[in-house]
């Protein structure tokens, strides 16, 4: 069974930095893409960034371009996302997925879901 819990996030102002982990257990983590994920109040939940499976291919959503950074550690079975500049429409439950298929350059389909956590940007 595949579990991925992630760590991090918080509250900070606009402006400032945070980051957020995932750990994840039970599959083989090194072959597969894993992505970031948020939703706010109200809203769907949106793409904000992947990376593939070697960590050389990552993509970002338009809304976090420059401002975001994707890494993984594929020794620890760990992804990262350094949050800088952060704003106010950050604010947001924030999600790691696992793609579903093996060797993928991105995250398409989702086949696991971490719980979430909380980051809160103030104005």
């Known amino acids: 069974q595949v579990q991925l819990v992630e760590s991090g996030g918080g509250v900070a102002q606009a402006g400032g930095s945070l980051s957020v982990s995932c750990t994840v257990s039970g599959g083989t983590f090194p072959l597969y893409a894993m992505g970031w994920f948020r939703q706010a109040p109200g809203k769907e939940r949106e793409f904000v960034a992947s990376?593939?499976?070697?960590?050389?291919?990552?993509k970002y959503a338009d809304s976090v371009l420059g401002r975001f950074a994707i890494s993984r550690d594929n020794a620890k079975n760990m992804v990262f996302l350094q949050m800088n500049s952060l704003k106010p429409e950050d604010t947001a439950v924030y999600y790691c997925?696992?793609?579903?298929?093996?060797?993928?350059?991105?995250?398409?389909?989702?086949?696991?879901w971490g719980q979430g956590t909380q980051v809160t940007v103030s104005s």
């Open positions: 990376i593939n499976w070697t960590g050389g291919t990552k």
């Open positions: 997925g696992v793609e579903g298929k093996i060797f993928a350059e991105t995250v398409r389909q989702v086949e696991y």
